[in-house]
């Protein structure tokens, strides 16, 4: 894998991690995860970003469900973890997964 492609991944997982960070319910399906995806990873498929979703479910940041919905397919449901908080707010590190960056 390319540097590019790697740091494409990580840069895409704490996005993802953010943006379930900053929900109520701290929770988003993969159809409204694809939109946050295209402006900060452009031109990425639907099975790209579930193979991040799982690789984050795997590493304990995310906890993803999977759903049939009638008349939209398989979706995905992803929920922050405490580990994932973790990594957003910089008590922990979750290597393959970019920094926060430091607030100004």
Same mark, same amino acid.
């Given at each position: 894998?390319?540097?590019? /492609?790697?740091?494409c991944q990580e840069d895409a997982r704490l996005?993802? =991690?953010? /943006? =379930?960070a900053q929900q109520r319910?701290?929770?988003l399906n993969s159809r409204?995860?694809?939109t946050l995806i295209e402006q900060v990873v452009?031109?990425?498929t639907r099975e790209w970003i579930e193979t991040q979703l799982d690789w984050l479910d795997t590493m304990g940041a995310i906890r993803v469900t999977r759903s049939e919905l009638p008349g939209l397919g398989p979706v995905s449901l992803a929920t922050i973890t405490r580990a994932g908080r973790d990594h957003v707010e910089r008590r922990i590190v979750i290597h393959g997964i970019t920094l926060p960056a430091d607030a100004e």
């Open positions: 894998m390319s540097s590019y /492609e790697q740091r996005a993802i =991690l953010a /943006e =379930l319910d701290a929770t409204s995860l694809t452009p031109r990425r």
